[in-house]
């Protein structure tokens, strides 16, 4: 192992997001204390609580989610194709690296991006509303797997990538969907039943009510179920992100 | 006996019904300035893409220092530090920065490296520009950047892809002095060109590569002797009959006093043909020659201009 070379990209990939703070960390807190004020002021006085939780808490613990995993994933994909794109990878491939150490120290680079985020957030929501936190360790254990698994991801999704209209198309078409439809906003016992089977099949509901549960003691499928869920995304993500490294597809000839 | 810096054996690559590399063999020995000669597209840089792990082989051995560089790739990426062709761009870091990242990457941490980074920004002009990002750099200041981060680890060999395309006269010479200074610290270097002055003042080996094929091989002046031919031409003043029954041995052509030789080594020839003329009482008003060069060389091998 090159224990040197590997926290040295894990150093360089923490500090490009970093140095570009205004792009990178700040953007997700302005964005959510929107959504708490417009939640707060408007829709939060005509719709009811949800599973006893008022409007604006209910959709916090999404909003955390869906934070961590668009950071984890754009850290990754964007770094990687910017590499692809500005001739820089191939000072990593020519280096003493393996592809096993070039993919960890790009997943940790995107999984701290993803906790800054998150833990923002939830930071936010504990100030702004005073969001109680039922199970902070949970809370953390699940925006660690989730930030780990969506940024095994976006490495994938950044190597195969050859362009960013590619990229841009997998999180607008791909993402983003799934974000909003695995229950950010609503908890899925208010749609009809085809919808609800459908998100069973959604991971992100499982991240996201996983996440509801430990903050706010609620959730719509059973939190062991979410746990199981985020160790086995992190899991398979980070062995195909390992493994297509390792066969240089799109990034050696 | 110790194993060449660079052996390689056999090597092919396709790219699809394309072949690249054709059977590729190659040996530098240690301490060597040895150049890869050829036009674009000859393979040159698909030859330095698999040494380094950037491109995959088909068929064939790639060795540094004896070691295979696939199965045994940290120890001989180790070994080379490679100045690519392509300028890289990095948006975020620092050129300084930039150098101690490379430096990591090669199992220097940033402590140990610091000489290294001062001595390189400073021989190659660039100190002043540490703070800079790699957008603010002129064209010839990207260039000696690819060079210092290609020399942070402090490489045993040097590969250098076409190092001085598009830099201007005077940052060629720079070049060219920094490189004869690094091959005079036991330095391997491996430059590809198609610049034929630069292998022909540089390297001490070359190996003419065309259409993934090497052509030849063998020291610039044992090439141009082989394979070049030189011209002579000499004015004289009066002729007599006999004189060019003193010649027989020349190819030459004779036009309104001009006697125009073509010789394999006018070094050798000059003196005997002034010799033979003087025999011949023929009185010898001016001598021209040109030199053979690895153009000439390249011209035969290939029936081609390097740069057609």
Same mark, same amino acid.
């Given at each position: 192992?090159?224990?040197?070379?590997?926290?040295?990209?894990?150093?360089?990939?923490?500090?490009?997001?970093?140095?570009?703070?205004?792009?990178?960390?700040?953007?997700?807190?302005i964005?959510?204390?929107?959504?708490?004020?417009?939640?707060?002021f408007?829709?939060?006085?005509?719709?009811?609580?949800?599973?006893g939780?008022?409007?604006?808490?209910?959709?916090?613990?999404?909003?955390?989610?869906?934070n961590?995993?668009?950071?984890?994933?754009?850290?990754?994909?964007?770094?990687?194709?910017q590499?692809?794109?500005?001739?820089?990878?191939?000072?990593?491939?020519?280096?003493?690296?393996?592809?096993?150490?070039?993919?960890?120290?790009?997943?940790?680079?995107?999984?701290?991006?993803?906790?800054?985020?998150?833990?923002?957030?939830?930071?936010?929501?504990?100030?702004?509303?005073?969001?109680?936190?039922?199970?902070?360790?949970?809370?953390?254990?699940?925006?660690?797997l989730?930030?780990?698994?969506?940024?095994?991801?976006?490495?994938?999704?950044?190597?195969l990538?050859?362009?960013w209209?590619?990229?841009?198309?997998?999180?607008?078409?791909?993402?983003?969907?799934?974000?909003?439809?695995?229950?950010?906003?609503?908890s899925?016992?208010m749609?009809?039943?085809?919808?609800?089977?459908?998100?069973?099949?959604?991971?992100?509901?499982?991240?996201?009510?996983?996440?509801?549960?430990?903050?706010?003691?609620?959730?719509d499928?059973?939190?062991?179920?979410?746990?199981?869920?985020?160790?086995?995304?992190?899991?398979?993500?980070?062995?195909?992100?390992?493994?297509?490294?390792?066969?240089?597809?799109?990034?050696?000839? | 006996?110790?194993?060449?810096?660079?052996?390689?054996?056999?090597?092919?690559?396709?790219?699809?019904?394309?072949?690249?590399?054709?059977?590729?063999?190659?040996?530098?020995?240690?301490?060597?300035?040895?150049?890869?000669?050829?036009?674009?597209?000859?393979?040159?840089?698909?030859?330095?893409?698999?040494?380094?792990?950037?491109?995959?082989?088909?068929?064939?051995?790639?060795?540094?220092?004896?070691?295979?560089?696939?199965?045994?790739?940290?120890f001989?990426?180790?070994?080379?530090?490679?100045?690519?062709?392509?300028f890289?761009?990095?948006?975020?870091?620092?050129?300084?920065?930039?150098?101690?990242?490379?430096?990591?990457?090669?199992?220097?941490?940033?402590?140990?490296?610091?000489?290294?980074?001062?001595?390189?920004?400073?021989?190659?002009?660039?100190?002043?520009?540490?703070?800079?990002?790699?957008r603010?750099?002129?064209?010839?200041?990207?260039?000696?950047?690819q060079?210092?981060?290609?020399?942070?680890?402090?490489?045993?060999?040097?590969?250098?892809?076409?190092?001085?395309?598009?830099?201007?006269?005077?940052?060629?010479?720079d070049?060219?002095?920094?490189?004869?200074?690094?091959?005079?610290?036991?330095?391997?270097? *491996?430059?590809?060109?198609? $610049?034929?002055? &630069?292998?022909?003042? !540089?390297c001490?080996? #070359?190996?003419?590569? /065309? @259409?993934?094929?090497?052509?030849?091989?063998?020291?610039?002046k044992?090439?141009?002797?082989?394979?070049?031919?030189?011209?002579?031409?000499?004015?004289?003043?009066?002729?007599?009959?006999?004189f060019?029954?003193? *010649?027989?041995?020349?190819? $030459?052509?004779? &036009?309104?006093?001009? !006697?125009?030789?073509? #010789?394999?080594?006018p /070094? @050798?020839a000059?003196?005997?043909?002034?010799?033979?003329?003087?025999?011949?009482?023929?009185?010898?008003?001016?001598?021209?020659?040109?030199?053979?060069?690895?153009?000439?060389?390249?011209?035969?091998?290939t029936?081609k201009?390097?740069?057609?």
């Amino acid at each position: 192992m090159n224990w040197v070379g590997f926290t040295t990209l894990v150093m360089r990939e923490v500090g490009r997001f970093f140095s570009v703070y205004r792009q990178t960390v700040l953007p997700g807190v302005i964005t959510t204390a929107l959504y708490i004020v417009i939640f707060g002021f408007t829709l939060e006085q005509r719709i009811s609580e949800i599973q006893g939780v008022p409007y604006t808490l209910f959709i916090l613990p999404g909003l955390i989610m869906m934070n961590t995993l668009n950071n984890a994933t754009a850290n990754t994909s964007s770094s990687m194709l910017q590499m692809k794109l500005l001739q820089q990878l191939p000072d990593l491939l020519t280096a003493p690296l393996s592809g096993f150490e070039i993919s960890i120290a790009y997943i940790i680079g995107g999984t701290v991006r993803g906790m800054v985020n998150g833990t923002l957030v939830l930071l936010l929501g504990m100030l702004l509303i005073q969001m109680p936190v039922k199970d902070p360790l949970g809370t953390l254990v699940f925006i660690f797997l989730v930030s780990w698994a969506f940024s095994s991801m976006g490495l994938l999704l950044g190597q195969l990538a050859e362009s960013w209209d590619q990229l841009a198309m997998m999180q607008n078409f791909f993402l983003t969907p799934l974000s909003f439809l695995g229950g950010i906003f609503y908890s899925i016992k208010m749609l009809p039943d085809w919808a609800q089977t459908l998100s069973f099949i959604n991971p992100i509901y499982y991240m996201i009510n996983g996440i509801r549960y430990t903050i706010l003691g609620v959730s719509d499928s059973p939190v062991l179920i979410s746990y199981a869920m985020a160790i086995s995304l992190t899991l398979l993500f980070t062995m195909i992100s390992i493994l297509l490294m390792q066969s240089g597809k799109k990034i050696k000839q | 006996m110790s194993s060449p810096a660079i052996e390689i054996k056999g090597l092919k690559k396709s790219y699809g019904d394309v072949h690249a590399l054709d059977g590729v063999d190659i040996k530098i020995n240690k301490g060597e300035f040895f150049g890869l000669l050829g036009p674009n597209g000859a393979g040159k840089t698909t030859t330095i893409n698999i040494l380094t792990g950037l491109v995959f082989r088909d068929e064939g051995s790639t060795l540094v220092f004896g070691r295979d560089t696939v199965s045994d790739y940290r120890f001989t990426r180790s070994k080379i530090g490679i100045a690519a062709q392509e300028f890289s761009v990095d948006w975020f870091f620092p050129i300084e920065k930039l150098l101690f990242f490379q430096a990591g990457y090669y199992g220097i941490r940033k402590k140990d490296a610091a000489p290294m980074v001062e001595e390189l920004l400073n021989r190659l002009g660039l100190d002043k520009k540490k703070n800079a990002r790699l957008r603010q750099l002129s064209g010839g200041m990207k260039r000696r950047f690819q060079l210092a981060k290609a020399l942070v680890h402090d490489p045993d060999i040097i590969i250098l892809d076409e190092p001085t395309a598009g830099v201007d006269v005077e940052l060629r010479r720079d070049l060219w002095q920094y490189l004869r200074n690094l091959h005079a610290k036991g330095k391997t270097i *491996l430059l590809t060109t198609h $610049y034929i002055e &630069e292998a022909e003042l !540089l390297c001490e080996n #070359v190996a003419i590569i /065309d @259409q993934g094929s090497i052509l030849k091989e063998g020291s610039p002046k044992a090439l141009t002797q082989e394979l070049g031919t030189a011209g002579i031409s000499i004015h004289i003043g009066n002729t007599n009959e006999k004189f060019e029954s003193y *010649l027989s041995e020349y190819i $030459y052509t004779y &036009e309104k006093n001009r !006697l125009h030789f073509s #010789v394999k080594d006018p /070094d @050798q020839a000059l003196p005997k043909i002034i010799k033979r003329l003087s025999e011949a009482n023929v009185h010898i008003n001016s001598i021209d020659s040109t030199r053979s060069s690895l153009e000439d060389v390249f011209l035969n091998l290939t029936g081609k201009g390097i740069n057609e």
